[in-house]
């Protein structure tokens, strides 16, 4: 028995290393497959399809090649704890036979004890041959009870306000005090310090600066997609860690620089905006205010074309307008745009501009934009750099001072910006 006991743990040892080393090559060559397959034109564009292939296929010959290693001695000590039981049936037999034979036993006292030694032998040795099983089954129990023991930085709680029965349509009232936040990757690294916003109900505040300089951080706070490290953000004056914040986001929308739609029909992508089921009227009203009606009546279909997966069978102006139409539907207090126009052409930009203008009529709304001359009519302009706000104030306050804001104009010849 100890020496099947010794051989079946190190074989459970054995299997527990390797199904944990091959499920991480597998998850590498996975994540080289998927991201070849979603950036598929990019990699025929650059002529790499045999070049992805050639690596998915090296990747995949590693985890045979050093599975196989790994299996061999997990299979010796398989093998081991099989072999030992007939041993102990061969040797049994002798030894019983020789008790025999000098008459210390009888025929029934051998027979009963080799039968006993035999069976919990193979007992022992067909528990073992189940460790694969075991294996498998502990790495997918650890892993579910991993997963329920992880606990969300932003945490739901229904019995927070806002309540449901509240419908309040206001313009939100955003005020940031003293807010610092860094990622738990780097939490030395302050992404944002110091930072002081007060947005008042209705009006439209502009986040400018050079990339990486924290303003998408900031709308994802407002969002509430993180909580400050330092500081708060309140929404009326309630803290926002104050909030249920599924309940808080459903006065808050979000129009990205790259927006989201889904496999299905105009109509659809539109009314995801809301939870319960909308009309045809409250789809076209969102449409119009977005600028769409136009574009969706040209459409074969109309509302009920077929948007493609991700979107892809329409333009990137298109794609913009129907997510203002589906931020619009929500009838949000509270409008945040993270560079929404960055990526578009002139022409798709002043149709969506238009339709971000019309979008901004009474709510409140926070902006990121690249492209100056889209937030030059903010109320308020603040401009960020390394992390905190460095100036702030009107388009031609900010002009007048000849300052970060200024330089950045003349950067990017906005001779509509920049008077001669």
């Known amino acids: 028995m100890p020496p099947i ?20 090559r597998f998850a590498s060559s996975a994540a080289l497959a998927s991201e070849a397959v979603s950036a598929i034109r990019t990699v025929s564009s650059l002529a790499l399809e045999r070049h992805i292939l050639a690596r998915y296929e090296d990747r995949l010959r590693g985890v045979a090649r050093d599975g196989i290693k790994a299996l061999v001695w ?3 000590w398989y093998a081991l704890t099989q072999s030992i039981s007939f041993l102990a049936m061969a040797l049994g037999f002798w030894y019983g036979g020789r008790l025999i034979s000098t008459g210390e036993y009888t025929t029934t ?41 992880m606990k969300p930085a932003v945490q739901e709680d229904a019995s927070k306000p806002p309540f449901d029965d509240e419908k309040d349509k206001s313009p939100a009232h955003i005020e940031v005090q003293d807010l610092a936040f860094a990622y738990k990757s780097r939490p030395h690294a302050k992404v944002l310090e110091g930072i002081d916003i007060d947005v008042r109900p209705g009006r439209f505040i502009a986040l400018v600066g050079a990339s990486g300089c924290g303003k998408s951080t900031m709308v994802s706070l407002l969002e509430r997609f993180y909580d400050p490290v330092t500081g708060r953000i309140s929404c009326d004056g309630a803290p926002l860690m104050d909030l249920c914040p599924r309940k808080y986001r459903r006065g808050v929308s979000l129009v990205q620089q790259e927006p989201v739609l889904y496999q ?35 459409l074969p279909n109309g509302f009920a074309t077929m948007c493609g997966s991700r979107g892809t069978q329409l333009s990137g102006g298109q794609r913009q307008r129907i997510a203002i139409a589906r931020a619009l539907i929500r009838e949000p207090r509270l409008l945040l745009l993270d560079e929404a126009t960055s990526a578009l052409d002139t022409e798709s930009e002043r149709v969506v501009q238009a339709a971000l203008e019309e979008a901004q009529s009474g709510r409140t709304t926070v902006a990121v934009a690249h492209r100056l001359s889209t937030i030059k009519d903010a109320d308020m302009i603040m401009v960020f750099a390394r992390g ?15 300052g970060v804001y200024y330089e950045m104009c003349l950067g990017q010849s906005m001779d509509r910006a920049v008077p001669t």
């Not at 659809?268 to 574009?295: C, L, R, Y």
Request: no cysteine; proline share 0%; charged share 20%.
């Open 5 to 24: 006991v010794f051989s079946g743990y190190l074989r459970i040892r054995l299997e527990f290393k390797l199904e944990d080393l091959t499920g991480k």
């Open 74 to 76: 997990t299979m010796f």
């Open 109 to 149: 006292q051998f027979f009963t004890v080799f039968i006993g030694v035999i069976f919990s032998g193979e007992a022992a040795a067909a528990f073992f041959s189940y460790t694969t099983s075991l294996t498998k089954s502990a790495t997918a129990a650890n892993y579910v009870f991993r997963l329920r023991a």
């Open 264 to 298: 299905g029909s105009v109509r659809d992508n539109i009314a995801m905006g809301v939870e319960v089921d909308v009309t045809d009227a409250q789809v076209e009203a969102a449409a119009k205010q977005s600028n769409i009606s136009d574009f969706v009546a040209s």
């Open 388 to 402: 905190k706000i460095v100036e702030s104030g009107t388009h031609q306050e900010l002009l007048d001072k000849k």
